[in-house]
């Protein structure tokens, strides 16, 4: 018998664009990384954009929550990317999912740490070959991705981009 423990769902789907109307002010440059983001600011997502994007994760997360649940949007945002524009590493605190949406992508982004990549990397010379420390999905312009708020993150120096970041919460029925 084979199975796994502890696996970490990581889901990527395609995305509407044209369907995501979400209007975001009072960029600044915010975090560490100082990247340009309306996480301060204000960020309005319209109605039928929050039935449609919630719809849309739901669909993905039934694959993995196997109880009736309720999702709930907490926040969302929006991140400009500029030549260089970088992001380091961290996690979405107090939320159960979170997700991205590539507005605009010019190559790869987002890196995924392994959850116990500093034990992985103390533990091995080969440095986590067998149990990889890092993972980046090959997202592009249009896709969704979705994964625990626990997993820690981080992009890539990269250039024109602009993407739309959300924290969820999920409550059992």
């Known amino acids: 018998m084979k199975y796994n423990i502890f696996a970490t769902p990581v889901l990527i789907d395609q995305i509407d664009l044209s369907q995501i109307k979400l ?18 600011g204000k960020n309005i997502l319209s109605p039928s954009s929050s039935t449609y994007l919630l719809n849309k994760i739901a669909k993905n997360l039934n694959e993995v929550i196997l109880h009736p649940y309720e999702l709930h949007l907490k926040f969302i945002w929006r991140n400009n990317y500029t030549q260089d524009s970088f992001q380091e590493k961290h996690i979405h605190a107090k939320n159960h999912f979170s ?5 605009k ?11 116990v990549s500093y034990l992985l ?5 080969d440095k986590g070959t067998i149990f990889p420390v890092v993972h980046q999905p090959q997202c592009k312009t249009g896709d969704l991705l979705i994964f625990p708020s626990y997993l820690e993150h981080y992009v890539e120096p990269c ?11 999920v409550t059992f029925k």
């Open 105 to 115: 992508i010019d190559k790869g982004h987002t890196v995924f740490s392994h959850p």
């Open 121 to 125: 990397e103390s533990m091995y010379d």
């Open 23 to 40: 209007d975001s002010s009072g960029y600044r440059a915010t975090f560490p990384s100082q990247v340009s983001t309306s996480f301060y």
């Open 159 to 169: 250039s024109n981009g602009t993407t739309i970041s959300g924290n969820l919460g």
């Open 99 to 103: 997700f991205i949406i590539y507005e």
